[in-house]
């Protein structure tokens, strides 16, 4: 089979709102013809929550706690529950739905980019493997989660290790093209994470996190030795050539490039209507 050639965006650190911008930036090009197939990976700075893209800000998180912590907060274009970014590798992955090697239905569409997910645990010699309920108790369950928080439990085909949730993703589909990213957890801070989001009383908290130990792990809770974000970078950039039938080809970012996403991360992203008054729309 043929090796097909992507763009690659190297991992770097961007503010919440950039890093969004871009995702939507790269959408855009690619639906223009602009740019081939691309893979980009990333970082948060500062750590940041990021909020699917129907989730209710007022009702969900805690916003005194993201302020007193001096978390980012940016609300998504792909759907799902809220994540906090921290010590993790994100990736972004954009391509044409009517691409070759891309069905048709989102679930297995899904399964397929996830492959280079896989391939990347393996790299790192994890056992990984996706989720695929097997019973109707099991279906429900992952329709239906109990928190507003994304690593509480798996959605389908994501990718677990030891029975445990250990990479997170969203999707949407938009102008002709997937657009899927999402979180590589490295290690996790569950105090804090638990701390940025709203419950009925100090006991549904409690019992939340208790039971969130049994269903999210990160990399260096599992691996034989504690990994850097540059290993990390570097199993799942082999992870996806493999997993995609790929080869990379580095890319950077033209000034007049940057400076659209720049101007889109301003206008858009850093605004309180995007970020906070789609929870009021919802409620008229």
Known sequence: MMVETWRFIDFQYHS???????????????????????????????????????????????????????IGLVRRLTGGRAVFHDKELTYSVIVSEDHPNMPKTVTEAYQNISRGLLEGFKQL?????????????????????????????PSWYELVVE?????????????????????????????????????????????????????????????????????VRNAFYRGFEIGLNIRFEPYELTEKEKAFVEELAKEKYESYDWTYLKSNRREE
Request: hydrophobic share 35%; charged share 30%; net charge positive.
């Open 16 to 70: 919440p709102a950039f890093n969004m911008a871009l995702d939507e930036a790269l959408l855009e090009w690619h639906s223009k013809k602009l740019f081939p197939p691309t893979i980009r990976f990333y970082g948060w700075d500062p750590p940041t929550l990021s909020i699917g893209y129907f989730q209710n800000i007022h009702k969900e998180i805690d916003i005194d706690k993201v302020n007193e912590y001096n």
């Open 125 to 153: 010699g994890l056992n990984a493997y996706f989720a695929v309920p097997k019973t109707k108790e099991e279906h429900e369950k992952l329709r239906n989660p109990r928190s507003a928080i994304c690593f509480d439990a």
């Open 163 to 231: 029975g445990r949730k250990v990479a997170g993703s969203a999707q949407t589909r938009k102008k002709g093209v997937i657009l899927q990213h999402g979180s590589i957890l490295i290690d996790i801070d569950e105090n804090l994470l638990f701390d940025l989001f709203k419950y009925p009383n100090d006991r549904i908290k409690e019992r939340l996190q208790k039971n969130f130990k049994n269903k999210a792990i990160a990399i260096n809770d599992v691996a034989n030795k504690k990994v850097t974000i540059d290993e």
